[in-house]
């Protein structure tokens, strides 16, 4: 069985304390994917434009992710220009939407009959139409950013609420749900339909929520972080990932989700676009969530 | 065997979001005091002015603490005025040292038996005179701030070089170790000498760690958060506390300290002043613990 991944597929030029880059691939799928890719198939949907390098296709197929889902448009791939100073937060230089502002999400019929989805982040109206296609599902999961709750608060609130599982940071959560206390939101969220709600915290590790259950994961102790872009989808890719290969959501599952997302993100941090966690084996991945979960007490 | 806490007496004038207080008791070592007395007995140093309220006293000693090494001296106790905006960082509005500023303490003859010490946040010049009365303790900790950081930084190296315990905020590490990765800074204090290093995250929890071994605990789950003054000094009484009445330092009990402190600051922070630390059962700190160790599936 694959994980159906819909997101974003971007070109980054990236500042960070660690260096610069410049046409870094990027993307909530690409980075879902390929932490995805160290647990299960997946197939992505997304769009690129005339300057996307297609060399990388044979990368993403290498690693068990099937592309037929990327469509390819005229005009340039999503662009982000972005600047880190702490490593914490983001600041945006520019935003070129490019082909994703008119992106629809063409699911491939051979990808229909999906079960598990994972909705990065994109505009929650495009959430809503894959949505529609997938009635029968087992597992759906969700993104999302500050953007959309400032823009589109009702649409969102409809996505949240046809949901699973949200995944969402910390300030996000707050602002989604008006409420200031993170324990207090996640139940928020939960009352509005998903049944798990994952906090990321950055580098304070995550939460997650469900309505009996609370499981907190600590960051993995990175001691060079060089470039934040793309935690959150890593952190998103491996968890799902985890949870498609248990082919159940039990609370066993959960933290291990929970650690294998760490993990992921884990890698994702230590170089430029995807380098590391293209890289990255499932023995070290196995060896870091072994680590982990050490520093936990498991 | 009792826990010799040297530390701060102070009467507070706190405002939060959650209310405002004016002269409220508080000083690390009477949070740290209270927070230990769920564990063991303890005796403390401090000194207060002539406007102290001694109906404290009964309330201290039917919990276990010595107060025979508290000085009565002429003047004012110590007062702070301080304000919290978002319940992370308090804004000092007035510091009023009175007679905490001639202090040197005095330790009675009946504590020089005392095998555990705990150093709050005082002048490291005051933290040196202690060590020196104590060269055979088993277990020496201490706390501080950046006030010492910034201002005497080579007698708090001394002090940190003299210690097994260091208890320091994230920020404060940093400052510290002039280090900006936290698991870099922790590795740096190591390297200075003590054996653990805890570092105090606020909302996020704690992490501790010794040259081969690391251990996170997150923030028990606090929905109204009241007032967090004394947060990090009653984590620090119910941490020595657990290590004083396990009788030694491995790390089982590293972990049992590091969850018995999190939940001593969990009720400290649910009113201002100790009244809600005062008011815990052991039963109710035992639950909490179980809560605690079930969020983190232990």
Redesign the interface.
């Known amino acids: 069985m694959s994980l159906l991944i819909i997101g974003s597929i971007a070109y980054d030029d990236i500042k960070t304390p660690a260096g610069e880059v410049k046409n870094s691939l990027g993307g909530s799928a690409i980075y879902a994917a390929l932490a995805a890719s160290k647990f299960c198939e997946s197939r992505i949907v997304g769009v690129v434009g005339d300057d996307f390098d297609k060399s990388v296709i044979d990368i993403l197929n290498e690693n068990k992710i099937d592309t037929e889902g990327i469509e390819y448009a005229t005009g340039k791939t999503f662009r982000w220009v972005g600047e880190y100073n702490d490593l914490n937060s983001a600041e945006t230089h520019d935003t070129q939407l490019n082909v994703f502002a008119d992106f629809e999400p063409k699911i491939p019929e051979a990808y229909l009959d999906s079960k598990y989805l994972f909705l990065g982040n994109i505009h929650p109206a495009l959430q809503l139409q894959v949505l529609e296609k997938f009635g029968n599902v087992e597992i759906v999961a969700c993104d999302t950013m500050n953007f959309w709750i400032d823009t589109t608060p009702e649409l969102l609130d409809d996505v949240v609420r046809k949901v699973n599982i949200l995944f969402i940071n910390e300030e996000e959560v707050k602002s989604l749900t008006h409420k200031q206390?993170i324990?207090?939101a996640g139940e928020c969220v939960l009352s509005m339909g998903p049944k798990l709600v994952i906090i990321k915290?950055g580098e304070?590790?995550a939460?997650a929520m469900s309505k009996d259950f609370?499981?907190?994961v600590?960051v993995y102790?990175v001691?060079?972080?060089v470039d934040p872009t793309g935690a959150g989808d890593s952190f998103a890719g491996g968890f799902m990932g985890t949870v498609l290969q248990a082919g159940e959501i039990t609370e066993d599952v959960i933290?291990a989700a929970m650690i294998n997302g760490t993990i992921s993100a884990s890698f994702n941090i230590e170089n430029f676009s995807f380098k590391q966690l293209l890289e990255a084996s499932s023995e070290s991945i196995e060896k870091r969530a072994r680590q982990l979960r050490?520093?936990?007490?498991?």
Chains 1, 2 share one sequence.
């Open positions: 206390n324990f207090d915290r304070y590790g939460v609370m499981f907190f600590p102790p001691r060079h972080v933290k050490k520093f936990m007490g498991l």
